[in-house]
């Protein structure tokens, strides 16, 4: 259903997990009798279109709706599935719909599938309200992680890291447990256990006590994955902070690129010059069109099932714009060859097949040299150099521990309360924490200018630890200089280091992960890293411990294993950035590590969204 999730070559085959997740949801559907619609809440129509397609539905006469306060619904309809996240707060509009609804059509039945999850709380919120009588089928999605990219798993949870250090709510990190659960029954056991980080801790204290529940019901034999990193989102916060600078990490930024999907107005890019069924590696539009969809927007899919999009997607943005140049060169010469020297059958030939391909590769060299437009202006905007400026000043610990004459401006000029706060909050971080005359003399500024209320978003940065007070370890100080955190002479064409991806910075925890590879890597790696919060901690799973699941590599010779590269999971407790993908990836394509990831987060974030997650009320 999803061809790209098999990718070439790759040890761990993610499309058994697409399976496996469209499969569960068939079933449930099919222990409803009778017609049904499905009302989506709207968390749930970008995660539905990782697992599914919409001729599923199509085919069994499912329509797809998006839950809204006031819900029309066909009289005809005997059933209404209910697909939504457990949250109480969408329980009111699912008792206003039974309530209503029930006078309009006498004998309709309602059902609710929970992902990942069913709540408690939830079901005595509909028993509160006196419709719980109403629901039939009162079930759960296990869609725990799903598939992104052939090797990026998501639980699609954007508050995640929120929820757990401001809130206090744990279940996300008993979630992501499960679904390392769920990632070993289809995989197989893993035996080799590090991380680092209070929440990457316990989220493998939970992993490991289900994973002993299941004992008697999986063998230990040991799987395709052959290690696990855990990282807490919290060791690294200055890296979500940092502006990306590869091609996805832009388009995020700017655009939001949301369950593998940019939708911007249809005005920014050319007609369509492609054949109509011609192959090839044009970006496609999005065939489902989302329930919240504009006609006049246009969604494309950035997957690397696009061959063009998976050759840029991690290149710095400056190597963008010329492999863009070239590869519209290199068309404009295939296309406008001589044919006087071809017989009839060879131009017949290229009408046939090559052609077709022409002007795919065409349209999608079109589509991505649009959007590289659009980046552009924006990479060129004052605001942009000024800021990335002012960022990269932190990050080599410059005047770290006074206040900065270009944050007292931006706050002069009231300019977005975001655009400040990540400024101050990259500062603190980068000077492992502020004296408190410091900080107090932000926030005295702060109020003046965008009032007390900021009072209380302060209060959430504080409790995230994006803000806070110094301490006598200066781990960013330190590490910066013992792993190499800013290389001064970068190379962002063709470059040699994970360094290109923010130009000068490398992300900490990818940085980790590559010294991780080495010879006894971790164990070097542990007297390092004690001065960053949370515990360090590693853990074996031995034979006949555990759980495992089916294998998806070929069984080889012994004396082939050492070419075989080793998997490594990479699992981020709090959210992860496309630029720290994009460093895995890079690391993974060197031929001298031997080693292939496969990426978990609880959300794919940027400095955008993953401080508004903390900002909100």
Not at 107 to 134: D, W
Not at 428 to 435: H, I, Q, V
Not at 523 to 539: A, C, H, M, R
């Amino acid at each position: 259903m999803f061809p790209h999730l098999k990718g070439h070559g790759q040890r761990v085959n993610l499309q058994l997990l697409q399976e496996a997740a469209c499969r569960e949801l068939v079933q449930q559907l099919e222990r409803i009798e009778g017609s049904k619609v499905i009302v989506l809440d709207e968390a749930m129509i970008g995660p539905l279109d990782l697992v599914t397609r919409p001729k599923l539905f199509a085919d069994r006469g499912i329509r797809l709706l998006a839950l809204k306060p006031e819900l029309h619904l066909p009289r005809e309809v005997a059933n209404v599935v209910y697909v939504v996240r457990p949250r109480v707060a969408l329980m009111e509009q699912l008792a206003t719909h039974v309530k209503t609804g029930g006078r309009a059509a006498a004998g309709r039945q309602y059902h609710i599938l929970f992902a990942p999850r069913r709540s408690c709380l939830c079901i005595s919120q509909l028993e509160v309200s006196g419709v719980l009588g109403s629901f039939g089928h009162i079930e759960e999605l296990a869609w725990n992680y799903l598939p992104l990219d052939v090797d990026v798993v998501s639980m699609e949870m954007p508050n995640a890291f929120r929820d757990v250090s401001v809130d206090g709510d744990t279940s996300s990190l008993y979630q992501a447990a499960v679904g390392l659960v769920q990632l070993q029954r289809l995989y197989g056991r893993i035996p080799k256990i590090y991380g680092k980080g209070e929440f990457a801790h316990r989220v493998w204290e939970h992993a490991k006590q289900l994973g002993r529940d299941e004992r008697t019901l999986y063998n230990g034999d040991k799987g395709v994955v052959d290690q696990l990193i855990l990282l807490d989102r919290s060791i690294d916060l200055l890296s979500p902070l940092a502006t990306q600078l590869t091609y996805e990490g832009l388009i995020d930024e700017f655009y939001g690129i949301r369950q593998n999907k940019l939708t911007l107005p249809a005005e920014n890019f050319p007609s369509d010059g492609a054949l109509p069924g011609s192959g090839g590696s044009a970006p496609r539009v999005d065939e489902s069109q989302s329930l919240l969809g504009d006609s006049e927007k246009k969604t494309i899919l950035l997957h690397s099932g696009e061959q063009l999009y998976a050759e840029l997607r991690n290149k710095h943005f400056n190597e963008v714009t010329k492999l863009l140049a070239r590869k519209a060169r290199e068309i404009h010469v295939q296309m406008h060859a001589t044919s006087q020297d071809k017989s009839v059958q060879e131009i017949k030939s290229f009408v046939e097949n090559l052609l077709p391909q022409l002007m795919a590769q065409k349209k999608a060299t079109s589509e991505h040299t649009a959007i590289a437009g659009l980046l552009h202006e924006q990479v060129n905007a004052v605001r942009f150099a000024d800021d990335l400026a002012a960022e990269q000043e932190f990050m080599v610990c410059a005047d770290i521990d006074k206040q900065s004459a270009y944050i007292e401006d931006l706050i002069a000029c009231k300019v977005e309360l975001n655009r400040v706060l990540r400024l101050i909050c990259l500062q603190c971080n980068a000077a492992s924490g502020f004296k408190e005359k410091l900080l107090c003399h932000y926030k005295r500024e702060l109020v003046h200018v965008y009032g007390l209320e900021v009072l209380l978003t302060i209060s959430n940065l504080e409790k995230s630890g994006l803000l806070h007070l110094q301490t006598e370890s200066r781990a960013y100080s330190v590490l910066r200089k013992t792993l190499h955190l800013t290389v001064d002479d970068n190379v962002e064409i063709e470059p040699k280091d994970i360094s290109y991806v923010h130009s000068f910075y490398a992300p900490l925890t990818a940085r980790l992960v590559e010294h991780s590879l080495k010879p006894l890597g971790w164990q070097t790696l542990k007297s390092q890293i004690n001065n960053l919060p949370g515990p360090t901690f590693e853990d074996f799973q031995a034979q006949l411990v555990g759980i495992g699941g089916r294998h998806t590599v070929t069984t080889v010779s012994e004396g082939s294993l050492l070419n075989v590269p080793r998997v490594v999971l990479v699992c981020f407790v709090g959210g992860c950035t496309f630029a720290e993908i994009a460093a895995l990836r890079f690391l993974a394509a060197q031929e001298d590590n031997n080693v292939e990831f496969l990426i978990a987060t609880t959300k794919v974030v940027n400095k955008h969204s993953f401080l508004d997650s903390l900002m909100s009320s």
